[in-house]
């Protein structure tokens, strides 16, 4: 059962069918999706089986790649999230050298955020702006270090925001958003728990790249990191205090998962598996994981959603 559902997801072939939610979003119930660079293709198969069963959310927060995963699943183009990723990963302008060389990041934000939108494999902006909940890009600051929840609204400043969102530190420019530089949202908030406690969510679906028991190790921030943002002494400070705050967020969430205010998916451990890894093989596998985890759970995740007794 469990190949056929991952072979049917991964061609497109699942349909709605028990449209849970009628397609409208889930009303007091939020969506945490954490980043984690290609590991969040895992986080792309467990939208895509949300979407066969209609299950939106009206409050959808989102770090890095797990912001921009989001972009396909509120816009409902099922599939699309993992094409983006899995695709045009061999691509010399998607990753690597060359984007560094021609670009200045390590991602080829020329191909994902305006190629592969506007003319690759189109992004539904008119579908997305209809989308009435809530959704939010965590960005960081560069001149005072602090996160920030964009709200992107249009098209006018989505695709910014995005970039923004996971432009990381060292290989990527910082994006400017109304004369403001924006690096990677994971710098300051990786896992914004408490950003959504205080937005009154009590009920949230988590979605972790990382398996059960994961803690960030605690290191130094680098010399090159300090030399490099030598004039944004609240940035390095943000650095430092990057992996105590994570794994405190991480802490949270798991006595939040036992007191059952939060459900978490988090995928078992990937051996080999690499922060970037570009082998479509590996990635699909990645991918149809997310998607039968998602599936095995979702009578519990449906309850949990008050959609089914």
């Known amino acids: 059962m469990c190949f056929q559902v991952q072979k049917a997801a991964i ?6 069918t028990t449209n849970s939610s009628n397609g409208s979003p889930v009303q007091n119930t939020a969506l945490l999706l954490e980043g984690g660079g290609m590991r969040g293709i895992y986080t792309t198969g467990i939208l895509d089986r949300f979407m066969d069963e209609s299950l939106y959310f009206d409050y959808i927060m989102g770090v890095s790649a797990g912001a921009t995963h989001a972009l396909s699943y509120i816009s409902r183009q099922k599939g699309r999230a993992r094409r983006v990723n899995v695709d045009y990963c061999r691509r010399i302008d998607y990753m690597g050298l060359w984007c560094l060389l021609t670009e200045g990041s390590l991602f080829g934000m020329n191909l994902l955020f305006r190629k592969i939108p506007y003319k690759l494999d189109l992004f539904d902006f008119d579908s997305f702006e209809r989308y009435v909940g809530r959704y939010h890009a965590v960005v960081t600051n560069v001149e005072t270090g602090a996160s920030e929840y964009h709200c992107p ?4 400043c989505l695709l910014s925001v995005a970039q923004a969102t996971c432009s990381l530190p060292l290989v ?8 403001v530089p924006y690096l990677d949202g994971g710098i300051s908030d990786s896992l914004p728990i408490e950003k959504m406690l205080s937005d009154g969510m009590t009920r949230i679906v988590c979605v972790l790249t990382q398996p059960a028991g994961y803690r960030k190790p605690v290191s130094g921030v680098s010399s090159l990191f300090r030399l490099v943002y030598r004039r944004y002494p609240a940035l390095i400070r943000a650095m430092e205090r990057r992996s105590e705050q994570y794994n405190d967020s991480l ?7 036992r007191e059952g205010s939060i459900l978490v998916l988090r995928p078992s451990p990937q051996k080999g598996l690499r922060r970037l890894e570009r082998n479509p093989v590996v990635l699909n596998g990645l991918y149809r994981s997310g ?5 095995e759970r979702m009578d519990d995740i449906l309850r949990f959603c008050a959609l089914r007794p």
């Open 291 to 295: 998607y039968c985890d998602a599936d």
């Open 251 to 257: 802490a949270t969430i798991e006595r939040l998962e």
């Open 11 to 16: 061609l497109g072939y699942m349909k709605n």
């Open 153 to 156: 609204k249009d098209r006018s």
């Open 172 to 179: 990527s420019r910082p994006v400017m958003i109304d004369g």
